[in-house]
Nanobody, 115 residues
Framework: QVFVEESGGGLVQPGGSLRLSCEFSGDDIGMYSLAWYRQIPGISRELVAD???????EYADSVSGRFTISRDDAKNAAYLEMTNLKPDDTAVYYCNAKWWSSEYWGEGIKVTVSS
């Protein structure tokens, strides 16, 4: 069982930056793929960024070049550095850890980018 806790959300002006943090507990996450998703009410959850155990990353086209995902397995943590934020980035962000058929989610944190 893996427990997931996000932090770092809040209100930011367009063009600003935020850093989301995710702490995992209950198991070492070195073998897990880690990811950040976001969800807008009425719209399905979408992948924002993903990082594999060996460090390979992928990003949604809408955030590529602006967001950076990273992991620190020694600290059982993942991060999402968000820069040049846009109003369209406003959403609830979720941290995810996945290993084969096992998948764990945080409760989500709100990021609001005002116009």
């Amino acid at each position: 069982q893996v427990f997931v806790e996000e932090s770092g959300g809040g209100l930011v002006q367009p063009g600003g930056s935020l850093r989301l943090s995710c702490e995992f507990s209950g198991d070492d996450i070195g073998m897990y793929s880690l990811a950040w998703y976001r969800q807008i009410p009425g719209i399905s959850r979408e992948l924002v960024a993903d990082i594999q155990p060996k460090g390979r990353t992928e990003y949604a086209d809408s955030v590529s070049g602006r967001f950076t995902i990273s992991r620190d397995d020694a600290k059982n943590a993942a991060y999402l550095e968000m820069t040049n934020l846009k109003p369209d980035d406003t959403a609830v962000y979720y941290c995810n850890a996945k290993w084969w058929s096992s998948e764990y989610w945080g409760e989500g944190i709100k990021v609001t980018v005002s116009s």
